[in-house]
Protein backbone atom coordinates (compact mmCIF):
# COMPACT_ATOMS: atom_id res chain seq x y z
CA UNK A 1 0.00 0.00 0.00
CA UNK A 2 2.67 2.37 0.91
CA UNK A 3 4.62 1.48 -2.15
CA UNK A 4 1.45 2.32 -4.02
CA UNK A 5 0.71 5.69 -2.70
CA UNK A 6 4.69 6.01 -3.09
CA UNK A 7 4.66 5.65 -7.05
CA UNK A 8 1.05 7.54 -7.10
CA UNK A 9 2.93 10.72 -5.81
CA UNK A 10 6.10 10.38 -7.69
CA UNK A 11 4.03 10.01 -10.79
CA UNK A 12 1.36 12.98 -9.98
CA UNK A 13 4.67 15.17 -8.91
CA UNK A 14 6.21 14.12 -12.41
CA UNK A 15 3.40 15.47 -14.13
CA UNK A 16 2.78 18.40 -12.51
CA UNK A 17 7.08 19.15 -13.12
CA UNK A 18 6.62 18.40 -16.68
CA UNK A 19 4.23 21.29 -17.44
CA UNK A 20 5.79 23.92 -16.39
CA UNK A 21 8.81 22.70 -18.07
CA UNK A 22 6.99 22.03 -21.37
CA UNK A 23 5.57 25.77 -21.04
CA UNK A 24 8.83 27.15 -20.72
CA UNK A 25 10.34 25.16 -24.04
CA UNK A 26 7.66 26.78 -26.05
CA UNK A 27 8.42 29.96 -24.46
CA UNK A 28 12.03 29.27 -25.06
CA UNK A 29 11.15 28.40 -28.53
CA UNK A 30 9.54 31.26 -29.38
CA UNK A 31 12.08 33.56 -28.02
CA UNK A 32 14.98 31.08 -29.85
CA UNK A 33 13.30 32.04 -33.36
CA UNK A 34 13.86 35.95 -32.42
CA UNK A 35 17.60 35.04 -31.62
CA UNK A 36 18.94 32.60 -34.03
CA UNK A 37 21.91 33.46 -35.25
CA UNK A 38 24.46 30.88 -36.90
CA UNK A 39 26.66 29.19 -34.43
CA UNK A 40 29.67 30.81 -34.57
CA UNK A 41 33.01 28.47 -34.40
CA UNK A 42 35.38 28.31 -30.95
CA UNK A 43 38.52 30.61 -31.32
CA UNK A 44 41.85 28.96 -31.28
CA UNK A 45 43.84 28.43 -28.38
CA UNK A 46 47.09 29.65 -28.05
CA UNK A 47 50.26 28.04 -29.14
CA UNK A 48 51.33 27.42 -26.34
CA UNK A 49 48.16 25.00 -25.23
CA UNK A 50 47.19 21.62 -26.67
CA UNK A 51 43.50 20.60 -26.59
CA UNK A 52 42.16 18.07 -24.36
CA UNK A 53 40.00 14.89 -25.64
CA UNK A 54 36.65 14.16 -24.22
CA UNK A 55 35.71 11.69 -21.98
CA UNK A 56 33.48 9.04 -23.85
CA UNK A 57 32.87 11.23 -26.56
CA UNK A 58 35.13 12.06 -29.61
CA UNK A 59 37.30 15.19 -30.38
CA UNK A 60 38.04 18.13 -27.95
CA UNK A 61 35.16 20.24 -28.71
CA UNK A 62 31.15 19.65 -27.70
CA UNK A 63 28.33 21.22 -28.90
CA UNK A 64 25.06 20.92 -26.95
CA UNK A 65 21.85 22.02 -26.34
CA UNK A 66 20.59 22.19 -22.75
CA UNK A 67 18.66 19.54 -21.17
CA UNK A 68 15.57 20.27 -19.33
CA UNK A 69 17.07 19.49 -15.17
CA UNK A 70 17.75 15.86 -13.85
CA UNK A 71 14.84 14.44 -11.88
CA UNK A 72 15.98 11.57 -9.01
CA UNK A 73 13.48 8.98 -8.31
CA UNK A 74 14.80 6.82 -5.08
CA UNK A 75 13.30 3.64 -4.60
CA UNK A 76 13.69 1.28 -2.18
CA UNK A 77 17.00 -0.83 -2.08
CA UNK A 78 20.21 0.26 -4.22
CA UNK A 79 17.71 1.34 -7.20
CA UNK A 80 16.96 3.96 -8.10
CA UNK A 81 15.40 5.86 -11.78
CA UNK A 82 14.41 9.05 -13.21
CA UNK A 83 15.67 11.06 -16.02
CA UNK A 84 19.39 12.98 -15.79
CA UNK A 85 20.30 16.09 -17.45
CA UNK A 86 23.40 16.82 -19.99
CA UNK A 87 25.02 19.49 -18.18
CA UNK A 88 28.32 17.67 -17.52
CA UNK A 89 31.20 17.20 -20.03
CA UNK A 90 34.28 16.14 -18.84
CA UNK A 91 38.04 16.35 -20.73
CA UNK A 92 40.69 14.04 -19.80
CA UNK A 93 44.66 15.19 -18.59
CA UNK A 94 46.46 12.26 -20.02
CA UNK A 95 49.02 10.48 -17.00
CA UNK A 96 52.63 12.09 -17.00
CA UNK A 97 51.17 15.71 -19.29
CA UNK A 98 51.87 18.21 -16.71
CA UNK A 99 50.50 21.94 -17.90
CA UNK A 100 50.90 24.95 -16.16
CA UNK A 101 47.40 26.28 -16.40
CA UNK A 102 44.31 25.04 -18.11
CA UNK A 103 41.95 26.84 -20.61
CA UNK A 104 38.09 27.14 -20.74
CA UNK A 105 36.50 28.81 -24.15
CA UNK A 106 32.75 28.69 -23.71
CA UNK A 107 30.74 29.98 -26.81
CA UNK A 108 27.42 30.68 -26.26
CA UNK A 109 25.03 30.59 -29.03
CA UNK A 110 21.97 31.93 -27.78
CA UNK A 111 21.08 34.97 -26.08
CA UNK A 112 20.46 33.29 -22.25
CA UNK A 113 20.99 33.33 -18.65
CA UNK A 114 23.40 30.42 -17.68
CA UNK A 115 24.50 28.51 -14.11
CA UNK A 116 28.28 27.41 -15.13
CA UNK A 117 30.89 25.90 -12.61
CA UNK A 118 34.07 24.77 -13.91
CA UNK A 119 36.20 22.31 -11.89
CA UNK A 120 39.67 20.20 -11.94
CA UNK A 121 39.48 16.93 -10.74
CA UNK A 122 42.26 14.99 -8.86
CA UNK A 123 42.45 11.41 -7.84
CA UNK A 124 41.69 11.43 -4.53
CA UNK A 125 38.40 12.48 -5.07
CA UNK A 126 38.79 16.05 -4.05
CA UNK A 127 38.12 19.18 -6.54
CA UNK A 128 39.21 22.59 -7.20
CA UNK A 129 36.50 24.43 -8.49
CA UNK A 130 37.61 27.61 -10.55
CA UNK A 131 34.78 29.35 -11.96
CA UNK A 132 30.90 30.03 -10.89
CA UNK A 133 28.22 31.92 -11.96
CA UNK A 134 24.69 31.91 -11.44
CA UNK A 135 22.22 33.15 -14.12
CA UNK A 136 25.04 35.42 -15.90
CA UNK A 137 23.95 36.74 -19.12
CA UNK A 138 25.99 35.80 -22.01
CA UNK A 139 25.56 37.12 -25.54
CA UNK A 140 25.05 34.95 -28.33
CA UNK A 141 28.78 33.71 -30.74
CA UNK A 142 30.80 35.89 -27.79
CA UNK A 143 33.16 33.79 -26.18
CA UNK A 144 34.76 33.94 -23.10
CA UNK A 145 38.17 31.96 -22.10
CA UNK A 146 38.14 31.31 -18.05
CA UNK A 147 42.07 29.92 -17.48
CA UNK A 148 43.23 28.42 -14.20
CA UNK A 149 46.15 27.39 -12.22
CA UNK A 150 46.04 24.35 -10.59
CA UNK A 151 46.07 25.54 -6.56
CA UNK A 152 47.91 21.90 -5.79
CA UNK A 153 51.28 20.78 -6.17
CA UNK A 154 51.46 17.21 -4.65
CA UNK A 155 49.40 15.61 -7.34
CA UNK A 156 47.92 16.71 -10.76
CA UNK A 157 44.50 17.31 -12.04
CA UNK A 158 43.38 14.06 -14.18
CA UNK A 159 39.91 15.59 -15.61
CA UNK A 160 38.85 19.08 -16.36
CA UNK A 161 34.89 19.12 -15.70
CA UNK A 162 32.47 21.47 -16.80
CA UNK A 163 28.47 21.84 -15.40
CA UNK A 164 26.53 24.04 -17.84
CA UNK A 165 22.78 24.66 -17.70
CA UNK A 166 20.35 25.75 -15.63
CA UNK A 167 16.71 25.47 -15.70
CA UNK A 168 16.09 29.15 -17.88
CA UNK A 169 18.59 27.79 -19.95
CA UNK A 170 16.82 24.62 -20.95
CA UNK A 171 16.77 24.82 -24.69
CA UNK A 172 20.01 26.81 -25.40
CA UNK A 173 23.18 25.62 -27.54
CA UNK A 174 26.91 26.10 -26.51
CA UNK A 175 30.16 24.59 -27.81
CA UNK A 176 32.62 24.38 -25.59
CA UNK A 177 36.64 23.22 -25.09
CA UNK A 178 39.22 22.83 -22.94
CA UNK A 179 43.19 22.86 -23.31
CA UNK A 180 45.91 22.30 -20.99
CA UNK A 181 49.02 25.27 -21.42
CA UNK A 182 52.43 24.84 -20.75
Not at 41 to 51: G, Q, S, T, V
Not at 135 to 142: G, Y
Request: hydrophobic fraction near 35%; charge should be negative.
Amino acid sequence: MILRISVFVLMTLLASLSVPLQAQESEAQESETQESVADAPLPAFPDNCEALPLVGGEGSEVTKEISPPGVRIPLPGPASAGTRNNWHTDWFISGGQTYQSYMVILMPHNNREYDISMFLKYPDDTNQRFYREQRIQLPANQPITVEVTPDRTDVFPFQVNTNIGGIQAVGARYTVAVAGCR
